[in-house]
């Protein structure tokens, strides 16, 4: 991790653990274990001035056994004051994208939940990459941002399917349905866009999870 030269003040990225030590920001537990002894990284926002970076490295990832690339990760950017988190990715020629970008408060408060963030490598399938993810301050101490349980991984050829072993919620017991009925089913989006509909119908969904994986 480092502060890039020119950003101002000492800003980067630290482990932590049971929330960040300013009040009314940062996660207060981390997202894999969900409790006081997980550890992330967060940018401590305090005794610095608006406008500084911080940026934090991968190590090489070799996509070259993988058909379909993608990374994920969760985020927690709770506070008045958030700034900006940029995900970048970078390969040895030089070629940097932008994979992920979130713009100012996402979370309403601390206890809210991490979010999942998911993003395509495409661009880099077959190559060698560093992952970036750089944190600017916003415009007060209220701007501690975290990452968690980072991770590439190869999107499946099947992107959606069962969420469970016996999707149909409702109605109980399978029996003919009338045209009216609602019926409610359990389906997960592996990775892709998600365009759902039986037999020409249409189908109207309601996400209630992230963007991708997702269950519906």
Do not use: K
Not at 78 to 100: K, Q
Not at 106 to 113: C, F, K, L, M, Y
Not at 165 to 180: G, K, T
Not at 204 to 209: L, R, S
Request: glycine share 12%; charged share 15%.
């Amino acid at each position: 991790t480092r502060t890039p030269e020119g950003t101002g003040g000492i800003f980067t990225w630290f482990p932590d653990a049971d929330g960040t030590p300013s009040g009314g920001t940062g996660p207060l537990v981390d997202h894999t274990q969900g409790n006081a002894t997980g550890i992330y990284l967060y940018t401590e926002a305090s005794n610095t001035a608006q406008g500084p970076i911080a940026e934090v490295f991968s190590p090489c990832i070799d996509l070259s056994a993988i058909s379909a690339p993608a990374l994920e990760f969760w985020y927690h950017m709770a506070g008045t004051n958030m700034g900006t988190l940029t995900v970048l990715g970078t390969n040895s020629g030089g070629l940097t994208v932008e994979l992920a970008q979130f713009v100012g408060s996402q979370q309403g408060a601390s206890a809210d939940p991490w979010l999942l963030a998911t993003a395509s490598l495409d661009t880099f399938a077959g190559q060698t990459i560093q992952l970036i993810f750089r944190g600017e301050r916003g415009n007060g101490f209220s701007s501690d941002m975290a990452i968690d349980d980072v991770r590439v991984y190869d999107l499946p050829a099947v992107d959606v399917g069962p969420a469970v072993a016996s999707p149909l919620l409702e109605p109980m017991p399978v029996e003919c349905f009338d045209v009216a009925e609602e019926v409610i089913a359990s389906i997960q989006n592996f990775g892709g866009p998600l365009d759902l509909s039986v037999e020409n119908e249409t189908v109207n969904v309601e996400i209630t999870g992230p963007l991708a994986p997702q269950t519906i």
